[in-house]
């Protein structure tokens, strides 16, 4: 047995709306106890309130998750301001959670920690990592080498970063009864589960494939042996550039064929730098990219076909979606057209559940390296036989 139901509440008062997402839960588990859960909230509600209640519905539930720039699911399809709960109920498939602290500090031993932690409470081997950490105290990339280096690279990392709704100011991450920042919670999945994933951004690429002769981090300072800025303004003009810049990300290439997308932040005209929102590796081949919003949109159906297509069962249990803030901000009013476009793939009954993200975390290829992502839709499908 492998069920999960989801909640879903736009409901503005916190007590409300939690009540609301529990008793949609009981009621579709009809007396199924859950192991193990997932929640997304907007950034206003109160989140002590809303993990006691969880606590006190579910008591001993493995429990993660964190705040959003958006909420999806089957429920309500897409929402702002509103919570969102993922239960799962199973005899065959064992889940546990587990929290890293201080990943300011040192993020990949927060994320060493946090798999540890979860590890611990089986005897069995992973087979699937969720994960959805601080954004703004931490670098992406570092806690997802930590997450590999714990996990080995055969084991698939999906998740987001935590999100505050484009304030940048404090995002929040859910452990057990627990609200948290500056942490990495996981949720690991052991046993008979099948899953498939999916990947796309809608970005193409318009210029040659270069390469990033220096870098620090996130900065970059040349690609070709030549300023950065003057790579961008060479293909793009300065006055496109500079009204633009934000739209026409970096494909950074895993392989010849597959690449992850890094955003622009900010330019600096002494340096001839651009900064980016994640970390971009020396020596990686590199395209300035363009996109439409519909080009945008039909990637969350790319992304999901893909994860169709590679689903190893006969058909899912569950969903879960995870975009990017930056794709939200980009569409505007068309962001509830995303759901819309993957709900026509996907059977009627079939329970979703998601957010829009800081980042996202994923492999480009199933069975590939996971790797950290901007501006893409990320498609996640389990179940099992």
Known sequence: MFRVVVGHSNDPDSQNAIAEVIQQCSSSFGGLIPQAGILFTAIDFDHVLILQRIQDAFPGIELIGGTTNGEISST??????????MLFATDEVEIRAGIGRGASKNPALAAQIAIAQAMA?????????LTFPDSLTSNGVLILDGLKQSLGGHIPIIGGMAADDYTFDKTYQFFQGEVLSDSVPVLLFFGKLLFSHGVASGWTPISQRSRVTKVDGNVVYEIDGQRALDF???YLGK??????????????FQDQDHFYMRAPNGYDQ???????????PEQAVVQITDATRDDILSASETSLK???THYPGLEPTAALLISCAARRRILGTLATQEYQLVKTHLPEA???????????IAPLVGKGQTQFHNKTFVTLLIGTK
């Not at 309500?76 to 709960?85: K, R, V």
């Not at 006055?239 to 950074?252: D, K, M, S």
């Not at 002494?270 to 971009?280: A, K, L, P, R, Y």
């Open 306 to 308: 893909n994860a169709l």
């Open 76 to 85: 309500l399809e897409f929402q702002q301001d509103s919570l969102t709960l």
């Open 350 to 360: 079939l329970v979703c559940c998601g957010f829009y993200a800081y980042g996202e």
């Open 239 to 252: 006055e496109r550039f500079a009204a633009n810049y934000a739209i026409h990300a970096l494909a950074v």
């Open 121 to 129: 409470k089986s005897t069995s081997t992973p087979q699937l990592c």
């Open 232 to 234: 961008y303004q060479h």
């Open 270 to 280: 002494q340096t001839g730098s651009v900064t980016f929102f994640s970390d971009i």
